[in-house]
């Protein structure tokens, strides 16, 4: 359809739903995985609004206000709590966006970052339906999750959480992750809206990003996020362009729901409400719903109704926000009497009346040992030393990686620590592991069935003993890891951010100590993010390296999977892994501004800018841009097999719906789009366009799954970087097969691209 005179000519996507191409859908009825359709929420949308305007009809300012302000920190059972009102129960909001934190009896799932690392859209999509019938399970209304900054800078502190450094890569990872929450009937919320790209002076730091970078890079996935139907979005600590995000009217108002088209409510992040009139610029909901947390004050409640009644902000801007929070909770069918009533209490664990440990894990297990292997990569193998053929006499481990922390694996509180294995970062992205399988462990029990003997050392530090240990082993594991996490804990001088790029507790030195008497050494890392690999990796004794990231509760049983071959590695990194921590385009500013706490939410008066001025060049892009050699680039993994590709060929397809012709015409003709309510979401430009299809052929003697990769080169007048990732797949070969790659919904190109 075309716009005629004034109104938006698409509100949503497409004004009608086209079956099988655009088909109504029902957020807890996602289409399956690799279907080539766009989904429709439209319907379920409208429906979802007409119950929260009936439920709300009777509601007073009052009450509806209620509905828009927490109930202040530590004031509920979950982290954020909306109060009962009348008819509505209230909604509990809790972390995270890898497991269900601060409850028991639920399963550590590996971290947003392992699940962008499979490039594998079934087990992104399974992980989420997971979590979320966990959350669901507990109780929880809004699963505080996904979390899709960037990575801007190698060593942010939260990068873990998230996607990694690419948009695209991040834009379908959020997908299949809002999909799966959401189909288990949790709400889903998109974080943190947006630029929050280090852990330094979050609350104090404005992102100054160029409206394009905006659109390309940052805000990518969370359109994304918003053609899931996530029915929730939360809004950064950080300013943007001077404005704070949960005050910023062009992020709220303008490029979220007007340019996007969401239906959703814009929650703050906790304590990142900064004044009243906010709800004016896109505000729904104020968590934990005081000033500062524990302030016993809040910008919404009475000040929001003084606001109201004086006449500063509209009743009807109350009504559109309390309607959407409704509307959300309707969307996801939680107002069905089976849904679970919260059975856990965030803040008071042992409390007997309110903690009924709900055992919620089912067999999720099976999908985190799986995932945990589909997400390790690797990195180098020379010499065959992967797989391990069972057939070593006898396996040496080095390193406190290796091990099992001392006191059982929740030692720190919220992660915030570190001995032993490393399975996820610190922070509120974290969860309580009900068990975590080391590698040690995993390790031990294999060695039965191969009658291998073994030995290790969990002492990172005494280098003699660990190198003599390695003499005559068949094989030595080295095992290194490096951790970050968020701002409020620092850990070993790591205010959330990470100090530098170099292993943890000395773990150069000990891979050199154990290789400088041991040939076959392989060095296995779980990382938060890139570390610099350069003091070992070219050792002719170091002859593999598998990359294991941040990957659960089944760390070691994945591990062994992929190190006896149970698992070709079919893992690719989600970014880039430099030489030097110099060749990275940005770093963390630490700025320095006296007196001021890292970590304290709420204004200050002096603020850190942050100019973005890498533009659209982060990661692989600025490597390719630099002509900067990095030691593994974005999307690197080796194999046990090889794979050979041929019979390229790219096909544009030509569309016959007429909807919209008059934007595709305009946009062929290399002119401007409109920007109207949903033109970002409009159907015509996230429709397959062209349809990339090649031969993979298995070229070595084992099974295994490859990812094929298209990178698009655009005209230099396109002011592009010389080569963005715009589609990938995974195909599983047999040796000696050949299998089509592309040719499915993975593979085809949008307009966008
Ligand atoms: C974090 C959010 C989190 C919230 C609630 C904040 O400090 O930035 O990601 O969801 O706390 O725990």
Redesign the pocket.
């Known amino acids: 359809m075309t716009s005629t005179g004034g109104g938006s000519s698409f509100p949503v996507p497409s004004e009608t739903a086209i079956p099988n191409v655009f088909p109504v859908t029902d957020p807890m009825d996602p289409p399956p995985v690799g279907a080539a359709v766009v989904p429709d929420f439209e319907a379920a949308w409208a429906v979802a609004y007409q119950k929260a305007e009936a439920l709300l009809a009777n509601f007073t300012l009052h009450e509806k206000i209620n509905i828009t302000t927490g109930v202040g920190w530590e004031n509920g059972l979950c982290?954020?709590n909306i109060g009962a009102i009348g008819d509505f129960p209230g909604l509990c909001l809790e972390?995270?966006p890898l497991g269900v934190r601060d409850a028991d009896f639920i399963t550590g799932f590996p971290a947003g970052i392992n699940s962008a690392t499979t490039w594998n859209r079934e087990l992104m999509r399974r992980r989420g339906l997971f979590m979320g019938r966990e959350h669901v399970g507990k109780g929880v209304n809004i699963a505080?999750g996904p979390?899709m900054n960037l990575g801007r800078n190698a060593a942010g502190g939260r990068n873990w959480e998230g996607f990694g450094a690419d948009p695209f890569l991040s834009g379908e990872t959020a997908y299949e992750t809002v999909l799966g929450l959401q189909n288990a009937g949790v709400q889903a919320c998109a974080?943190?809206f947006i630029n929050n790209e280090q852990e330094h002076y979050r609350t104090l730091e404005s992102s100054n990003v160029d409206d394009r970078t905006q659109h390309e890079l940052y805000a990518h996935p969370f359109l994304k996020a918003v053609m899931a139907g996530v029915s929730s979005v939360?809004c950064s600590?950080n300013l943007i362009n001077g404005t704070y995000a949960c005050e910023n009217d062009k992020m709220m108002n303008d490029i979220l729901k007007r340019e996007f088209g969401f239906q959703g409510f814009v929650m703050s992040?906790?304590g990142a409400t900064e004044s009243t009139i906010s709800v004016v610029t896109g505000l729904d909901m104020t968590m934990a719903g005081d000033i500062t947390l524990g302030s016993h004050t809040t910008f919404f409640g009475q000040n929001l109704t003084a606001y109201v009644e004086n006449g500063t902000v509209p009743e009807s801007r109350i009504d559109d926000m309390a309607t959407r929070i409704v509307a959300a909770w309707y969307y996801l069918h939680q107002d069905a009497p089976g849904f679970p009533k919260t059975n856990f209490n965030a803040f008071l664990p042992g409390d007997l009346a309110t903690n009924f440990h709900v055992d919620v894990q089912d067999e999720h297990y099976k999908l985190v040992r799986e995932m945990g292997a589909a997400s390790t990569v690797l990195l180098k193998n020379v010499k065959g030393a992967l797989p391990l053929t069972g057939r070593e006499r006898n396996l040496f481990m080095a390193g406190s990686d290796a091990g099992p922390a001392d006191i059982g694996p929740n030692k720190y509180a919220d992660q915030g620590g570190q001995t032993g294995i490393l399975a996820m970062g610190w922070g509120?992205?974290t969860a309580n592991f009900t068990y975590l399988i080391s590698p040690y462990e995993a390790i031990q029990h294999r060695a039965r069935r191969h009658r291998t003997s073994i030995s290790w050392t969990f002492d990172d530090f005494d280098l003699d003993r660990a190198g003599n240990m390695a003499i005559g082993q068949s094989v030595s594991l080295v095992f290194i890891n490096s951790d970050s996490g968020?701002d409020?804990i620092v850990v070993d001088g790591n205010e959330g951010d990470r100090k530098n790029l170099t292993a943890w507790h000395g773990g150069d030195d000990l891979v050199l100590a154990v290789a400088a008497q041991n040939n076959n050494t392989i060095v296995v890392i779980h990382s938060v993010g890139p570390l610099i690999l350069e003091p070992w990796i070219e050792h002719p004794n170091v002859t593999a390296v598998l990359w294991a990231g941040l990957p659960g509760t089944e760390a070691g049983n994945s591990l062994v999977d992929v190190l006896y071959g149970e698992w070709n590695p079919s893992g690719r990194l989600p970014y880039t892994i430099a030489k030097n921590a110099s060749d990275y385009p940005t770093m963390i500013i630490e700025g320095d501004i006296a007196g001021e706490t890292p970590g304290q939410a709420g204004g200050g008066d002096v603020v850190l800018n942050i100019t973005y001025s890498e533009k659209l060049e982060i990661d692989y892009r600025w490597f390719d841009a630099k002509n900067i050699t990095p030691r593994f680039e974005f999307g690197f993994g080796l194999s046990y097999t090889t794979f050979e590709y041929s019979n390229l060929n790219i096909a544009k397809i030509l569309q016959s719906d007429s909807e919209q012709t008059s934007d595709e015409a305009r946009w062929d003709a290399g002119n401007a789009t409109r920007i109207e309510e949903g033109s970002s979401t409009a159907l015509w430009l996230h429709r397959p366009a062209y349809n990339v299809t090649f031969d993979v052929k298995n070229t070595g003697d084992v099974y295994g799954g490859d990812i094929p990769q298209v990178y698009v080169h655009h005209p230099a007048s396109a002011g592009e970087p010389p080569s963005v990732l715009k589609g990938f797949t995974n195909v599983e070969v047999m040796p000696g097969e050949t299998k089509l790659g592309g040719g499915d919904p993975m593979e085809t190109l949008t307009k966008l691209s």
Do not use: A, P, T
């Open positions: 982290v954020g972390d995270s505080l979390m974080k943190h939360m600590y992040d906790w509120s992205g968020e409020y």
